[in-house]
């Protein structure tokens, strides 16, 4: 019998893991990596009208997908200025995938590029190796006078040559594969932001809007108060203000949580982010890219109907989803908006759906409110998950984790019951199947 513990034990942890892993994977592919978009563009929208006397900022969207928070906020920062023709470019006129499931319609293609260009903005994309893109944007570089670079945006602009012998932070995560690859960038340690010459770069995501304030205040300061008005930010802004980034690492127990979360207890799609005509960027990419990074619910963005909608500062949006094909979800979160909340949305999530409102007040420091939001819906969720969700969006330095001492962490017995339940169960059918082939060799050996 002791011969057959090891056996046994095997028998019991590997079907969790297996589980896990498979579900884990599924999990990072149904809420990480944008899919399709389902709804159908019928016709695309009209041409932009832009002011030639005003400067340019460009944009650049991935193909396969662009981080939602270095976008939206970089994006809000400079439109708010009203200094600027903000644009987005991308390979194809054709709505492009962000890591929040929302699409982006872009403005202009890399043929229709202005001839100068302000401030190049380059955030994360998915596919920063897209021989494509790279060529495009080492074009594109050459028109720049200055660049931003946010966090993983690094990997692509460090491809494109526009880095090298630089002074440049990154992404914390991203910290060891960029010193390894590019080992012609002078890459210091990951911080708030910092410039080096014309290179602004940022560890980005919830630190994108702050070093997008710093960029706008050093390229055009006359634009930098009407920014922080709209945006609701305070008007002092120095280099004294950046705080550091605290504690970033990803260490086992943030693993085993990400294992657990998304291989055993993520629960779908239960929160709808809606998006319409006005929607506020900030708050509607905060809301999305913290929630996603708990790994208890997904949320999902969807519209009255298919179509583009034009954002609060001019980004014309799509959702995958609209409420004429999603069932009511069990929470609906409005953002903040420039017009009136489209009434079929509450028609829509009524009775089922717990309604949250936040006005622009609230969320004039939008990554900080979107980390307390996630905080708040994730109750059930145990500490070590949303804590992660705040690390991994740069947001540790924010006064915002004492929350997290409210949160009830779930009880051991509670947390580890549905990978033990599959492990008995996979105890049982593996000593269900000796017995069965232990008895049928009994059998043929008394023949």
């Excluded at 210091?188 to 410039?195: D, L």
């Excluded at 205040?217 to 004294?240: N, V």
């Excluded at 179509?307 to 014309?316: H, K, L, P």
């Amino acid at each position: 019998m002791k011969k057959l513990i090891p056996f046994y034990i095997i028998a019991f942890v590997l079907p969790p893991l297996l589980f896990g892993t498979l579900k884990m994977v599924s999990t990072f592919s149904e809420i990480m990596i944008p899919k399709g978009l389902q709804s159908s563009l019928l016709a695309p929208p009209p041409a932009r009208h832009w002011d030639k006397k005003k400067p340019w900022v460009i944009l650049l969207l991935g193909s396969q997908g662009t981080q939602i928070s270095d976008l939206f906020a970089s994006y809000s920062v400079f439109s708010a200025s009203k200094a600027f023709n903000v644009a987005t470019i991308a390979l194809k006129k054709e709505p492009m995938p962000t890591t929040g499931r929302v699409f982006v319609y872009p403005d202009l293609t890399f043929d229709e590029a202005p001839s100068q260009i302000r401030l190049l903005i380059v955030p994360a994309v998915l596919d920063p190796g897209d021989p494509a893109l790279i060529a495009a944007t080492q074009k594109l570089s050459k028109r720049a006078f200055s660049t931003l670079v946010l966090s993983e945006g690094a990997r692509l602009a460090a491809a494109s040559g526009l880095l090298q012998g630089r002074r440049v932070t990154m992404a914390p995560m991203a910290e060891d594969d960029l010193r390894r690859n590019f080992s012609d960038v002078l890459w210091q340690k990951p911080q708030a932001w910092m410039q080096d010459g014309f290179i602004f770069s940022s560890a980005g995501l919830g630190l994108s809007l702050e070093a997008s304030l710093y960029a706008l205040l050093r390229i055009k300061p006359s634009a930098f108060s009407e920014a922080t008005r709209r945006l609701g930010y305070p008007s002092r802004f120095q280099d004294a203000d950046m705080p550091p980034l605290g504690v970033t690492s990803i260490g086992i127990l943030d693993w085993v949580n990400i294992f657990y979360h998304a291989g055993f207890s993520f629960g779908g799609r239960d929160i709808a982010i809606p998006i319409f005509e006005g929607v506020d960027e900030i708050f509607t990419a905060a809301v999305l890219d913290t929630l996603t990074r708990t790994f208890s619910a997904l949320p999902f963005p969807v519209s009255p109907q298919a179509g583009i909608y034009t954002s609060r500062y001019g980004m014309r949006l799509l959702a995958p989803h609209s409420i004429e094909d999603s069932p009511p979800p069990r929470t609906l979160i409005v953002p903040p908006t420039s017009l009136s909340i489209p009434r079929r949305f509450t028609q829509w999530a009524t009775p089922r759906a717990e309604i949250r409102f936040f006005t622009n007040e609230v969320a004039s420091n939008a990554f900080k409110r979107a980390a307390w939001i996630a905080l708040d819906l994730t109750r059930t969720t145990s500490q070590g998950i949303v804590w992660f969700a705040v690390k991994s969006q740069n947001l540790t330095t924010l006064p915002l984790l004492a929350m997290t001492q409210e949160i009830p962490p779930i009880r051991n017995f509670l947390f580890w019951l549905r990978p033990v339940l599959i492990g008995l169960f996979g105890l049982c059918v593996v000593h269900l199947l000796r017995k069965r082939i232990m008895g049928a060799f009994k059998t043929t050996r008394s023949k």
